[in-house]
């Protein structure tokens, strides 16, 4: 085990034994992917992994019973758990809290509480949580075939038919400060809506727009309304049969497996890499922390077979006044600008680009048009 792979929440570190004084008995739980045990942990961090090869990329757990793999064990397994909170409407919020007796999710543990109660289920992988005596199943309570009130099994909930949302979220279960989304059951399938004001809304659709004249497989947003306010849609990009595993949950499985994210990006999917880069140049969009690009998994295998498309551009056509842009955050911890990360792209893969790109496209937001186009130029002079 390397040094600073461990997650830790300090105020567990002083409080390990928490759940021991807090239940007469151990309660152990099971972690699943879908159908199949992974691993079993006690609340006093024992632990058996049952299937090595199907465990979370980001749950770094260990088998050893001394005190200190104990209490490393479930700081992580907590910290794993907090970060499956699901964004949830205000009504689901303050009933769960409620539930769990906590006023607020201020630490792991209080946010573990949270996403054990409907037993970490999540629309990101097929990863789920259970008590080892309970008798359910991923059919019961896996969200992409039940509602949310299905994954609730101990909590007497009512709520909106699988709209979870954080359209009125209450702050202290928000994990990642992200704009307000809500997925919606729609022909059988999923849609994203996301919300942020006018501005974001404009930013995403014209982006997204823009991006798809070029051959990089990526998400596509289009405006649209949800109760009287303009959003943007799109379509969900897992499923039961593919995960996906963001760049910062994967740097902890590639430091406990001695490899480089990066290197494992370029060997497995340098198209997709590398057009992010180009994409996010040509349209400014600022945002592209580790959380919001990563890996597509093969759930049959628990392998990673591709990057997942690219997405999230609401941040864009921002430090949009000079044709260097913003420090490029895909290729950390290398420096570079995000005009010298796309020049390399492009010398890399090529543009790409599919067909022209006309100047009505900027009709409504004419301030973008000739920063956009002066970047534009300056890849396509790069491939001479």
């Not at 239940?23 to 992917?33: A, D, G, P």
Request: a negative charge.
């Amino acid at each position: 085990m390397k040094d600073g792979l461990l997650l830790k929440d300090t105020i567990y570190n002083l409080n390990a034994n928490f759940d021991a004084r807090k239940h007469k008995k151990t309660v152990v739980y099971e972690i699943m992917h879908a159908d199949d045990l992974v691993a079993e942990i006690s609340t006093v961090g024992r632990v058996v992994i049952q299937n090595e090869k199907f465990c979370p990329y980001d749950l770094y757990l260990e088998q050893e019973q001394d005190f200190d793999a104990c209490i490393n064990n479930l700081n992580n397994f907590y910290h794993w758990c907090s970060s499956r909170v699901l964004s949830l409407d205000r009504k689901y919020a303050k009933e769960i809290l409620n539930s769990i007796g906590v006023a607020q999710a201020v630490t792991d543990r209080d946010r573990a509480e949270i996403s054990l109660s409907y037993h970490c289920v999540s629309l990101t992988d097929v990863y789920w949580v259970k008590k080892k005596e309970e008798t359910i199943s991923f059919r019961d309570i896996n969200l992409y075939d039940n509602p949310l009130q299905e994954a609730i099994v101990e909590l007497p909930l009512r709520g909106k038919q699988m709209t979870v949302t954080n359209e009125e979220l209450a702050p202290d279960l928000s994990t990642k400060g992200c704009f307000p989304k809500a997925w919606i059951r729609r022909n059988g399938g999923f849609i994203l809506l996301k919300d942020g004001g006018e501005d974001a809304v404009k930013r995403e659709a014209l982006a997204s727009r823009i991006c798809q004249h070029f051959a990089f497989r990526q998400v596509k947003y289009q405006e649209s309304a949800y109760a009287g306010e303009k959003v943007t849609q799109s379509r969900i990009v897992t499923s039961k049969r593919y995960s996906i595993v963001s760049k910062m949950a994967f740097d902890i499985y590639a430091c406990n497996h001695d490899l480089n994210t990066i290197e494992e990006c370029i060997k497995i999917d340098r198209m997709t890499y590398y057009g992010m880069n180009i994409i996010d140049y040509l349209v400014g969009n600022t945002d592209r922390h580790p959380e919001n690009w990563g890996f597509l998994v093969d759930n049959e295998t628990n392998q990673y077979v591709a990057l997942y498309p690219i997405m999230d551009f609401n941040q864009s056509f921002y430090s949009y006044d000079t044709t260097e842009g913003a420090n490029c955050q895909t290729v950390f911890p290398r420096k570079m600008t995000q005009k010298e990360a796309a020049i390399e792209a492009v010398r890399k893969v090529g543009l790409n680009q599919i067909k022209k790109i006309d100047e009505t496209v900027f009709e409504k937001a004419p301030e973008w048009k000739e920063m956009f186009f002066k970047r534009l130029e300056i890849l396509t002079n790069s491939l001479e």
